[in-house]
């Protein structure tokens, strides 16, 4: 069952966000949501609706949320994640190696949701280094590790590369994503492209 009414606005309007980006004079749609947004299959429309009857409860926008709404947010906001930025560092590693692109608090790892009040749906990740050093993305959801996947050949000629998920990866226990690497030491700066769904108490008032 689709979200319906306002609910279904709600969730366009947050998905019209995330999946074009300005760059310079340029709209960009970004591949994955784009595909996964207007599918025959209502990926993405399915998820969440699934998500508010399994918790009962009413999306409403993210300013006017109360604790016990669901909200919608763009999923590149590191906090999400417990994060402070995108950027991940690694050194004294022996390539080919895998490094962790996730390190809440402080450690290098999955992502644990806090189950039944919060669901993450990834569709992309954007690196935004010149020459990125990741080459290969591998994600494990939910204890399941997926295919490996590499960034989109048609990309690479342009400032952008963007690793397309084949489908979308829809998490509600946790989440872990790992890049290959060549160099003993590097670094990457990248956005997850996605929406994050959670109860308001989740989204706390806070910038700390």
Same mark, same amino acid.
Request: proline fraction near 7%.
């Given at each position: 069952?689709?979200?319906?009414?306002?609910?279904? $606005?709600?969730? &366009?309007?947050?998905?019209?966000?995330?999946?074009?980006?300005?760059?310079? #004079?340029?709209?960009? $749609?970004?591949?994955?949501?784009?595909?996964?947004?207007? &599918? $025959?299959?209502? +990926?993405?429309?399915?998820?969440?609706?699934?998500?508010?009857?399994?918790?009962?409860?009413?999306?409403?926008?993210?300013?006017?949320?109360?604790?016990? #709404?669901?909200?919608?947010?763009?999923?590149?906001?590191?906090?999400?994640?417990?994060?402070?930025?995108?950027?991940? #560092?690694? &050194?004294?590693?022996?390539?080919?190696?895998? +490094?962790?692109?996730?390190?809440?608090?402080?450690?290098?790892?999955?992502?644990?949701?806090?189950?039944?009040?919060?669901?993450?749906?990834?569709?992309?990740?954007?690196?935004?280094?010149?020459?990125?050093?990741?080459?290969?993305?591998?994600?494990?959801?939910?204890?399941?590790?997926?295919?490996?996947?590499?960034?989109?050949?048609?990309? =690479?000629?342009?400032? !952008?590369?963007?690793? $397309?998920?084949?489908?979308? =990866?829809?998490?509600?226990?946790?989440?872990?994503?790992?890049?290959? +690497?060549? /160099?003993? /030491?590097? /670094?990457?700066?990248?956005?997850?492209?996605?929406?994050? +769904?959670? !109860?308001?108490?989740?989204?706390?008032?806070?910038?700390?």
């Amino acid at each position: 069952v689709d979200p319906i009414g306002t609910e279904l $606005e709600i969730l &366009s309007d947050v998905v019209a966000e995330v999946k074009t980006l300005r760059i310079a #004079n340029r709209d960009i $749609e970004i591949p994955g949501i784009k595909r996964a947004w207007m &599918s $025959e299959e209502g +990926v993405i429309q399915g998820a969440v609706a699934y998500f508010r009857d399994k918790v009962k409860k009413d999306i409403m926008p993210v300013q006017f949320a109360k604790d016990d #709404n669901l909200i919608i947010e763009p999923l590149y906001r590191p906090k999400i994640f417990n994060m402070t930025d995108f950027t991940i #560092n690694w &050194s004294g590693v022996t390539p080919p190696a895998a +490094v962790d692109l996730f390190d809440p608090g402080g450690t290098a790892g999955a992502y644990s949701l806090q189950v039944d009040k919060e669901l993450i749906i990834l569709t992309d990740v954007i690196c935004l280094d010149a020459s990125p050093a990741v080459h290969e993305l591998l994600a494990t959801v939910d204890g399941e590790t997926q295919r490996p996947v590499v960034p989109r050949k048609d990309w =690479l000629a342009t400032d !952008l590369h963007v690793f $397309e998920f084949p489908f979308p =990866l829809v998490a509600d226990i946790n989440i872990r994503l790992q890049g290959r +690497v060549e /160099s003993a /030491s590097g /670094s990457i700066t990248y956005l997850p492209i996605g929406l994050h +769904v959670c !109860l308001g108490s989740v989204h706390a008032k806070t910038l700390a």
